[in-house]
């Protein structure tokens, strides 16, 4: 079941999705345990686009009213995949009321899924939803440590770093981010034996996908270069006509800028010339021959 998914990942293949949920609606035999694999596959495979991403949280919402218990186990860490280091609102309220469910492994996948969802971002309702879980599980050792990893993960590299596999504009998925992801995400299926138990150093996987989130600007010889940048919302703008504007609601600052999940940057001057269409990360910036100063 795994290995299916890793080959489908990020492709956002729908009839694997529906082949995955029809795993999860058959009736568990004793000793089988491919249904959380499986919940998790189906966030593997449609975290590609924002559509399907959409779609796959409904279905996950489906599950977690008519699924068995170890789908429902599943379902926060599939949640905590799908909007990783991306704090949704809806995805937000429904981890806020599974960390408070009966079932200490679901309310903990949850708290763990709450803590991947704002990796990084330093996003204040989640830091304040976590602070108010650490004083509801105050007498509870095991939830308390998951409040504290969440917590953590929150506030990833004091809000510099990000968890998310993709990048260059969400068009190339890094398998090895995905991996540690996944690696994570399979011991968190099985809470009391494996993080809670001997193999808590498996959380440590969690550092392949770690990945700085700032556009810092370069000129050629690697010296650091401050120049004006807008950056907003990224606009899809496949199939249109003419040369429309790839964001919506800019800021203009001046680098190195911080890009949050669904931003994008474009120079703001038209003095230097990027040697990559891409703005994110490290660009090297060449001066633009062209360029005259307005007198």
């Known amino acids: 079941m795994t290995l299916l998914s890793c080959a489908y990942a990020g492709t956002g293949n729908v009839l694997k999705v529906q082949n995955l949920l029809g795993h999860c609606a058959q009736h568990l035999e004793k000793g089988e345990t491919h249904q ?18 959409d779609m796959s949280i409904r279905s996950l919402e489906h599950l977690l009213q008519y699924g068995e218990q170890n789908i ?12 990783i280091s991306n704090p949704k609102v ?23 899924s709450l803590g991947l969802i704002g990796a990084g971002t330093n996003n204040a309702r989640i830091a304040g939803m976590l602070r108010n879980l650490s004083s509801y599980y105050y007498k509870d050792a095991s939830l308390l440590f998951c409040v504290r990893i969440a917590q953590g993960l929150v506030h990833l590299g004091k809000g510099l770093l990000t968890l998310n596999p993709y990048h260059s504009d969400r068009f190339l998925l890094s398998p090895t981010a995905l991996a540690g992801l996944v690696t994570m995400l399979h011991a968190c299926l099985d809470m009391k034996a494996m993080v809670l138990g001997k193999y808590h150093y498996v959380l440590y996987f969690i550092v392949l996908a770690m990945q700085p989130r700032m ?25 249109q006509a003419g040369r429309p504007k790839t964001i919506t609601g800019f800021q203009t600052h001046s680098t190195p800028v911080l890009l949050a999940a669904g931003d994008r940057a474009e120079l703001a001057t038209e003095k230097y010339i990027p040697l990559s269409p891409i703005l994110e990360g490290h660009v090297i910036l060449k001066e633009n021959p062209d360029y005259r100063e307005d007198s």
């Open 72 to 83: 429902r186990r599943a379902v926060p860490l599939a949640l905590g995949l799908l909007c």
């Open 90 to 112: 809806n995805v937000m309220d429904t981890l806020s009321r599974l960390s408070h469910d009966s079932d200490s492994e679901v309310a903990m996948a949850a708290v763990i």
């Open 215 to 239: 556009l810092m600007t370069v000129d050629e010889n690697l010296k650091p270069l401050s120049v004006p940048v807008r950056v907003g919302q990224a606009v899809d703008v496949v199939g």
């Open 36 to 53: 959380g694999p499986a919940v998790l596959g189906i966030a593997m495979v449609a975290m590609a686009e924002e559509l399907g991403l």
